[in-house]
């Protein structure tokens, strides 16, 4: 068998003969032409060398299904990784009751299957809401943890090849937990939201609970004003207000380790804004502030080191044993590019807002609009649409072959795409235009901006 790794974090066993049954079930959908090659059948008993040799070949494999938009985003593909999911935790097909967090601390409790998926989880906690379906779409859920000081660390976005309640109770961990919020950065779709009901419900919570947590940064003055909308119960004048504050709508990250303005600094990171905002604590114990824009960002890349044993299922993500980092390349100047390394167990994750931001600024310019980004109809069922589907971090496979060194570097492959803007980047030698992710909202600059 051959462990599957979704974004550092084990997600199912397979074995190989389950591979090539899905390798067939796509080339009889999609067509030989567009389904890659296949790792062969060996009629002998592979030698430990062939073993490792499979194992790359069948990394590659499932790296680039992933990569292609029609394969890695098919139905097909995406069902073959939820049932092999819950076969690997062995966790039967039952009707079962889910618990959900809203921001102020409320559970919503569903009754689900356990082999419903991340879309159809998110529609059973609107329904149990009341919160209508053309709404539905600004909100995700979201894998956390809880910390001591009863706050929350984000771990990922649930996807669409996963089913909620076997990926939060195969942690074997009651500190993890589903946590309901909004997914867009654009205040502007705020509006929207507050239109009804439920919505300026779910988004005030939200936002009183991001002020609590330090999340948004209040002065006496204006703590006084919020105070006074508060009690007043002026829920739309509340959120009025904390849209003015800084970091509204902002996602703060545990603090990590950063390689700018030079190596070693230990800084807090926050997504917001379309822009990643750092608190850098410098080796002099100085608090420096700065943010990088997203459209300054040429592409990026997540990198892992994933460990290679067969480890419990159990294993938690963020822990030391799985390194990951995000790295982007960013215009600093009109001719020079210069790439940022986040060292963070939240590096997914932080990959994964800069790729919504991404994707609201080309729906923007486009002038398409933000409830068609996030809904449409396929065969009568709700379905995401293609422009909001996050970063898609490839399986990572590893085979049971003891002699293996025990961590290996591995590059987390993101969807390929043409690198678009500046060419003479001095790192663009080092890895192939695979390796990265690609900015479309990527902007040169001129002198005149600077």
């Known amino acids: 068998a051959y462990n599957i790794h979704v974004n550092g974090v084990l997600h199912c066993r397979v074995r190989y003969s389950q591979l090539l049954g899905l390798h067939e079930q796509l080339r009889k959908e999609y067509g030989a032409n567009v389904v890659p090659a296949f790792p062969p059948k060996k009629i002998f008993t592979l030698t430990p060398a062939e073993v490792e040799q499979r194992r790359e070949q069948l990394e590659k494999y499932m790296q680039a299904v992933r990569q292609d938009p029609t394969l890695g985003g098919s139905e097909t593909f995406n069902s073959f990784l939820r049932k092999a999911q819950q076969e690997t935790q062995q966790i039967p097909t039952e009707e079962v009751v889910l618990e959900v967090l809203l921001s102020n601390g409320q559970k919503v409790k569903v009754t689900i299957l356990t082999s419903d998926q991340t879309e159809d989880v998110l529609e059973a906690v609107a329904s149990k809401l009341d919160l209508p379906d053309d709404l539905v779409g600004y909100f995700s859920l979201f894998l956390v943890r809880e910390t001591k000081d009863g706050a929350f660390s984000f771990v990922r976005k649930l996807q669409e090849f996963e089913l909620p309640y076997v990926s939060v109770t195969s942690l074997h961990n009651p500190e993890f937990q589903i946590i309901l919020r909004k997914s867009y950065w654009d205040s502007a779709y705020d509006d929207d939201v507050m ?53 509204y709508g902002y996602l703060k990250f545990d603090p990590c380790v950063t390689d700018f303005p030079e190596k070693g600094c230990h800084v807090v990171v926050s997504a917001g804004n379309n822009e990643l905002n750092f608190q850098v604590r410098l080796p002099n114990e100085q608090i420096k502030e700065g943010s990088f824009k997203v459209t300054r960002m040429r592409c990026w890349r997540v990198t892992s080191s994933v460990p290679m044993s067969n480890g419990p299922s159990g294993t938690s993500p963020g822990k030391s044993e799985v390194k990951l980092e995000l790295a982007f390349e960013y215009l600093m100047s009109k001719d020079r590019l210069q790439w940022v390394t986040i060292t963070s167990p939240q590096a997914i994750m932080l990959s994964i807002c800069l790729q919504s931001m991404v994707d609201e600024l080309m729906v923007k310019k486009s002038g398409g609009s933000i409830r068609k980004m996030f809904r449409r109809r396929v065969n009568g069922a709700l379905r995401r649409s293609d422009s909001q589907q996050a970063v898609k971090s490839p399986p990572l496979l590893d085979s049971p072959d003891a002699s293996r060194e025990p961590m290996a570097k591995l590059s987390s492959k993101l969807t390929s795409v043409s690198l678009r803007g500046i060419s003479h980047s001095s790192s663009a030698n080092d890895v192939g235009a695979n390796d990265f992710h690609g900015n479309y909202a990527f902007e040169g600059i001129g002198d005149e901006d600077l």
Do not use: C
Request: aromatic letters at 8%; glycine letters at 4%; charged letters at 30%.
């Open 195 to 247: 239109e009804h009901r439920v919505g300026l419900n779910l988004l005030y919570a939200q936002t009183v609970s991001d002020i609590e947590h330090g999340w948004i940064l209040v002065n006496k003055e204006q703590h006084r004003q919020l105070k006074s909308l508060q009690e007043k119960v002026s829920k739309k004048e509340f959120i009025r207000l904390a849209q003015t504050l800084k970091y």
